[in-house]
Every structure is written in C-alpha cells, then in structure tokens.
C-alpha cells in the first residue's frame, strides 16, 4: 500500500516569504505528526493532530508556523515570513493512532535564501 | 521530556563485523513504548522496531537483535553480520509523555558505517 507522501520534495524560497508544505498520510491513519530536521540532528517534533484537531503543538518554534488538518486526512505545515533558520527537511509521520508506531515520509527539503 | 542518549557519534566496521549500537534514555513514565528507526542516505525514516517497556524479552529479527534492560534504561541494538546496506544513521527515540503518544524524542542518532 502506498505510504506517507509529502509534497514538494524540496522547495527553494527567499527571506520573508510565505510556504506551504503538505503531507499525505498513509490510509486509515488518524494520528499525523509533524517533525523538522537540520543537518546532524534528529528529527525534532514540531506538532501532531488526532484526527482534524492539534494535540499538541508544543513543538512549534514561535508563531510563524502553524499547521492544519481539516479533514482529518491531509495536512498542511505553514510557514509564513520565513526565514534563513527554518532551512531544514520537514519530516511528516502517520500512525494507526496514537500509541502506534509513526510510518515517516521522504520528507520536504525546505531552503530560504 | 523523556531524553535520549546515544554515546556513539559515529561508528565505522569492517563488512561482516558485529556491531552494537547502544541507547540510554530517562524517563518517569513506567509505562512507555521505545523505538528505533533507521536513517539511510536517501534521508527517509525507517521503522525498525517498536518495544513496550512490559516487555523485557530481547528480540531478534534476522540480522538485526535488541537487547532491553529496564534496570539500566538500555535499548541496544546490535547487527550481525553486517552488511554494506546497513550504513546509515540509527536513531534510538522514546516517545514523549506515557503509553507512546504525542512526538518521538530523537537524540542525535549514530552514523554507522559498514566498508567493504
């Protein structure tokens, strides 16, 4: 079966712009987490949703960032006024719920020149 | 937050060498589920295994073994035989709060390098 899918694959974009990154999680998947991952590290958990709503979001940096769910399926991580430091590879995962294992995405490498 | 230690930054073997990759994690949870994903150069996350903290039986798939110790908070991972294809990143993550919900905590991971 098809699995997590994230688009774009990478995304170039300049200081102070807005980008959306979106994830398609795997069918039947109730639970989708966001995570973000610089060079020579982990990946870092930025949000997750259970179902349309955020469980929890503590992960978020500051308020530029922010992520939707509507449906409950698909989900879209915004970022607005970006900026060099957010250059990173955007990870998303989805589980069965949310004491299952994460099933993780190829990822979006994000540049801000 | 749970953490995560993984003391081998890098660890580089010869093919067919066994080796072991270790994780040591704090946590106040008692009931919590451990996880290790592997990272290989195409940057996509793979699921590897998925461990309740009730379970302290070792586990082995394969090549692949993992050796649980509750008592001194381990959840080492070791390869046998190893193969060129087992070179990548190995991350050992401990999910955030109790019975594995919310986000994984993930350490700095260990780059294993497997030469010909």
């Known amino acids: 079966g098809a699995g997590v899918s994230q688009t774009p694959s990478n995304k170039v974009t300049e200081k102070g712009k807005y980008v959306e990154l979106r994830c398609d999680p795997i069918?039947?998947?109730?639970?989708l987490y966001w995570y973000r991952q610089s060079l020579g590290q982990g990946p870092e958990f930025l949000i997750y949703f259970q179902g349309t709503g955020a469980a929890d979001d503590s992960g978020l940096p500051n308020d530029r960032f922010f992520a939707v769910r509507p449906e409950g399926s698909v989900s879209t991580l915004k970022i607005q006024r970006t900026e060099r430091g957010d250059s990173a590879v955007y990870l998303c995962?989805?589980?069965?719920?949310?004491?299952?294992?994460?099933?993780f995405g190829p990822g979006t490498r994000l540049t801000v020149l | 937050a749970q953490k995560v230690t993984q003391a081998q930054t890098e660890i580089s073997v010869v093919e067919k060498e066994d080796v072991t990759l270790d994780c040591v994690y704090e946590t106040r949870d008692t009931t919590y589920y451990l996880f290790w994903y592997k990272q290989p150069p195409s940057g996509e996350l793979v699921f590897l295994i998925r461990?309740?903290?009730?379970?302290?039986q070792n586990e082995i798939s394969g090549r692949y073994s993992w050796n649980f110790q509750k008592s001194t908070s381990s959840f080492n991972f070791t390869i046998t035989a190893s193969q060129v294809v087992d070179s990548a990143v190995y991350f050992c993550a401990p999910p955030e709060g109790g019975g594995g919900a919310d986000g994984l905590t993930f350490g700095k991971g260990t780059h294993l390098i497997i030469q010909p």
């Open positions: 461990r309740n903290s009730f379970d302290e």
């Open positions: 995962a989805s589980s069965i719920g949310i004491t299952d294992t994460q099933y």
């Open positions: 069918s039947g998947h109730t639970a």
